[in-house]
Each structure stands twice: as structure tokens, then as C-alpha cells.
């Protein structure tokens, strides 16, 4: 068969960038698949999910573009010939490697008709804009083969690479989807935790352990013919994190992939905030240098393949005896299985005092589910909590009538003066506290429209939340999710409360710990 056009695929993403429909998006997708040789399905999977952005910043793109000459005599561009200049670019390396990655560029974009160029500058900057997730193709996938898309994402989550995962079913149809299983030097999903508000909560679990909340990274160990550390985003991650390849070694079994955390530390042993380790975490260039400064360490908390056995399937109580009987236990998670509630909360304050994030908490029965964020393992943080001013209050329905109890929470606008409001809550206070607030409110009431008391700013409480988040619902852009009260504050004044500074602080934490490799 003569090789496909990379005009054609070009030309399949402009029209499928030119329709909002899902479905349209799909279907166009999945006949195009359907037309591809076996050696193509993998590039123009990736391709379209701008899997080919690689080390190529804007500046390569454009200079390669402005350099450009156009080669007459070269025939069409092919999928396959884009693929393999792709290829060449990413294992370019070494001092003049960008050099190399530009003229490579350069020769390519020569051959390129305009819309073919479009896409390709797009898809190495990781850009496609042409409204396909990796979702959207995954469903265009079970189309083109005819198999359900629920099945395909379920492998997925063992073998996160799509491309492969068409190339097989397309081939190969229903018996391929054996080859796709947990693989040594493939990362799987890691499985995910949701959040406990209250250590009450795990109770919910039936039987469970405790560990320790690293504030770290989350890596996943390979080791085969030679060791490989993967991301929680599943990029190779190995090279910058040579003492942990040293601990891995450790580990006595000669095949498997554990999972577990590396955390940044002092010179005392004291784990350093997560920013820090991202200075060392993926990087490439100085890793001996940074290695003097900032010293790592492993914690180790689940095993899913051990010498040839895959072990994802074992519940978690097997895999945590499993893993401690192959790992020294110096580069284990600390973990107990509480008797009681008593003795879980012992176990929150002793990780929050040695200086870590919280607990997580894991049923003893759970497989190990990749890529879930489910109710099987929870998590609990020390919250952060804000101090804010009570600025209104509604009218409770039901249970809550003739009281005030959806309070309007603000925080101290130092440059314009006066109070930010920023969320609202009814959680959190004892029935006679309600009682009490309401009254207070009600001598505060400036004025009421439509069911809301506006009040004096004076009464302050502590709220805990989840997160911050962007709304345009609030006059200043941040809303707190989930904001409940802890604590009612007498013993602060509203010109003590917390400010938009402080929220907006810790709203850029929040966004470079989302920041991991
Ligand atoms: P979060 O990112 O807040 O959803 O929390 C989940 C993350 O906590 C995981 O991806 C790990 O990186 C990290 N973590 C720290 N300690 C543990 C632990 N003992 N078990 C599982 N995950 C942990």
C-alpha cells in the first residue's frame, strides 16, 4: 500500500478543528484511522495529540520557519517521513543538538504546504488546538475498531500509550488487546486519593493503614534490565535522580516497579518544601552540582510487579507485606494500622510535626485501581485556614430557618480598603452556635434585601477549605471551595482578618504544586 499523505492528515484536522461537535469529531477521526496502514496508526495518533512537542521551544519553530526554502523537486510529504524527521529531532543531542533540531526543522517545513505547516509547527509546540483530547481520540479508536471505548480506557490506564493501543486493536482487532498489559519501562496511571475533610471519614474505608503524606513527588521505580524512575505524569525522570537509582538498587528482587515518594530534606533531615525538589526533579544539566545542595530522599509505599508476577490485581494489605519483605526499611513509608480513631489522630500529629503533608489513609482489601481517583485510598491534610470577616448572612430553609446561616465571607482588601468577599458557608457550627451567631448578626444589620442580611464587618471566624479557586461568580476573582468554619474568633478583630494578599499567595502555591514533571 502506497504511504498516506501527510497532506490528508492536515486536511483532518482542519475539518475537525472546524466542527464544535463531538460526535462529527469522532466519526472523522475514526475514518481516517480506519484508512491507515499498521505503521502509520502510531504517528498520527501521536500526532494529533501534539505528542510531538519536544524540546523545540517557539523560537526553534519560528526561526526554522523564517529560514526556510522551498525544495521543488521532493515530491509529497508522507506521514511516515514527517515521523521520522520528528524522530531524528527528538534524539538529537549534545552541544549543537539545538543546531541540529533547527536545520532538521528547516529541511522539513521547506517541503511543506501551508496547512501541512500549520499543523506541524502546532503539534511540536504541543499545541493542536483542533479540540481532540486524548479522550476524543480514544473514542474514535473503539469506532474505527468496534470495540467498546470503556474497555480500550481501562487498558489505557496499564499502557498509557494510545498510539500503540490503536496500532494493536486495529490490527489485530479483540486478540490484540492481550499485548496490552503492565509492562516493565511502561509507567502505569498511579491510582489517586480523594480528600477526607475529617479524620472521621476513613471509617468509611473498613479495614485500613495509615501512612505518612509525603510532600514530594511521586515516582515509579523500574527495574528490569537496568533501573528507570518515571513522573506521576509518566515522563522518564531517571537521569536527575542518580542517589535514588543507588536506593533502588537496594531493593532485593531483580525484577519489579514499586511506587512511592521522594521528598527534598535539609541538612537535619527536615523535608524542605516541594518547590525546592522541583529544582531538582526531571532536570538534566548540573544534576551532580544540585546533588551536593539539596539531598533527596525515598519512601516507598506500594509494589505492583514483582519477578514476572503482576501483583495490581493483590489487595493492598499483600503488596504493602509483599514490599516490605524485598525494601530495607529505611526507604519505606511510615505506616500503622490504627486500632482506633484515637490512635489514627496520633498518627496525623506526628506527621504533621515532623513536618509533612498529612495521612493517607488505605483500605487493607483495595486492588490497586491506575489512573482512579477513588474512595479507597483518602487522603487528610492540615488545612490551611484563612481568618475572614462575616459581611452577610441568609435566611436558613428547613432545619436552619430563623437563623442566619449562609454566611458571607470576605477578606481584608489592604489597597483599596474595605473587605473582599470570597465564598460563603452554613458548615461547620454546633445548633447553638447558630443561635448565638444570629444574634450577634442581627446587631450588626446595616441592611436586608431578598433574604440577605448585610451586616457590619466585625465577626470573624477561621474557615478551612479545599481549594481556591478562579471564579468570576466574585467581585475579586477567588472563591473558596468548600470553605467551612473551625472556629469563631472572638479574640480577633476584623482588622485582623486575612487578606487578598494571603489568598492570593496561597492560590499561586496551590498552582505550582499542580506544577509536578
Ligand atoms: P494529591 O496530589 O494531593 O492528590 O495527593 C496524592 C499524592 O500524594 C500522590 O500522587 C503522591 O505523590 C503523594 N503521596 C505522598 N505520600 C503518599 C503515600 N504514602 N501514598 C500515596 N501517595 C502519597
Known amino acids: 500500500m502506497a504511504e498516506t499523505p501527510f497532506r490528508d492528515l492536515a486536511e483532518v484536522c482542519e475539518k475537525v478543528a472546524s466542527t464544535p461537535k463531538k460526535l462529527k469529531k469522532i466519526s472523522l477521526l475514526a475514518a481516517f484511522l ?23 521551544g517557539y523560537v526553534t519553530v519560528r526561526t ?12 509529497p510529504l508522507s506521514i511516515m517521513m514527517v515521523n521520522k524527521i520528528f524522530r531524528e529531532m527528538a534524539h538529537a543531542r549534545g552541544k549543537s543538538s539545538r543546531k541540529k533540531r533547527e536545520n532538521l526543522l528547516q529541511g522539513l517545513l521547506g517541503r511543506c504546504e501551508a496547512l501541512e505547516r500549520k499543523y506541524i509547527m502546532r503539534s511540536l509546540l504541543g499545541e493542536m488546538r483542533i479540540g481532540v483530547s486524548e479522550g476524543i481520540l480514544l473514542e474514535a479508536v473503539a469506532e474505527a475498531s468496534g470495540m467498546e471505548a470503556s474497555l480500550l480506557r481501562k487498558k489505557l490506564m496499564f499502557f498509557p500509550d494510545l498510539g500503540y493501543l490503536a496500532r494493536v486493536v486495529l490490527s489485530e482487532g479483540r486478540p490484540g488487546l492481550s499485548k496490552i498489559s503492565l509492562q516493565l519501562y511502561t509507567p502505569l496511571k498511579p491510582m489517586l486519593a480523594e480528600m477526607a475533610h475529617d479524620i472521621t471519614e476513613l471509617s468509611a474505608l473498613g479495614g485500613y493503614a495509615l501512612e505518612y503524606k509525603y510532600d514530594g513527588a511521586r515516582i515509579q521505580i523500574h527495574r528490569g534490565e537496568g533501573i528507570k524512575i518515571f513522573s506521576r505524569r509518566l515522563k522518564e525522570v531517571t537521569e536527575s535522580l542518580p542517589e535514588i537509582v543507588e536506593l533502588a538498587a537496594k531493593i532485593r528482587a531483580p525484577e519489579y516497579i514499586v511506587e512511592g515518594e521522594v521528598v527534598a530534606v535539609d541538612k537535619r533531615g527536615k523535608p524542605m518544601p516541594f518547590q525546592d525538589l522541583m529544582r531538582r526533579f526531571g532536570r538534566r544539566h548540573g544534576v551532580g552540582e544540585m546533588k551536593e545542595k539539596l539531598s533527596l530522599k525515598l519512601y516507598l509505599f ?119 468577599m470570597v ?78 494578599e494571603r489568598l492570593s499567595r496561597l492560590f499561586k502555591m496551590q498552582i505550582r504544586s499542580r506544577q509536578e514533571t
Not at 502509520?40 to 494529533?48: C, G, M, T
Not at 470576605?410 to 473582599?420: L, P
Open 302 to 420: 506500594d509494589v505492583l510487579y514483582l519477578n514476572d508476577a503482576v501483583l495490581v490485581d493483590e489487595p493492598y494489605s499483600k503488596r504493602w507485606s509483599i514490599l516490605e519483605k524485598i525494601a530495607p526499611g529505611d526507604i519505606l513509608a511510615k505506616r500503622i494500622v490504627p486500632k482506633d480513631l484515637g490512635e489514627a489522630e496520633r498518627f496525623m500529629e506526628e506527621a504533621l510535626a515532623e513536618g509533612h503533608e498529612g495521612i493517607m489513609a488505605k483500605a487493607l482489601d483495595s486492588p490497586y485501581l491506575p489512573g482512579k481517583r477513588g474512595k479507597k485510598w483518602l487522603k487528610v491534610k492540615k488545612s490551611e485556614t484563612l481568618d475572614v470577616v462575616i459581611v452577610g448572612a441568609e435566611w436558613g430553609h428547613g432545619r436552619r430557618r430563623g437563623w442566619l446561616s449562609n454566611y458571607h465571607l470576605a477578606v481584608r482588601d489592604t489597597s483599596k480598603g474595605g473587605y473582599a
Open 34 to 56: 480506519k484508512r491507515l496502514d499498521e505503521d502509520e496508526i502510531s504517528p498520527a495518533v501521536d500526532f494529533l495529540l501534539g505528542k510531538g512537542s519536544m524540546d523545540v
Open 64 to 75: 526554522a520557519e523564517e529560514g526556510r526554502q522551498r525544495a521543488l523537486d521532493e515530491g
Open 423 to 500: 465564598g460563603k458557608t452554613f458548615k461547620g457550627l454546633t445548633d447553638e452556635e447558630f443561635e448565638e451567631i444570629t444574634k450577634e448578626l442581627l446587631e450588626l444589620k446595616l441592611s436586608e434585601t431578598r433574604g440577605t442580611v448585610f451586616v457590619k464587618p466585625k465577626l470573624v471566624v477561621e474557615v478551612a477549605f479545599d481549594e481556591i479557586q478562579k471564579s468570576p461568580r466574585y467581585p475579586y476573582g477567588y472563591a473558596l471551595r468548600f470553605a467551612r468554619i473551625k472556629r469563631i474568633r472572638r479574640d480577633r478583630r476584623a482588622e485582623d482578618a486575612d487578606t487578598l
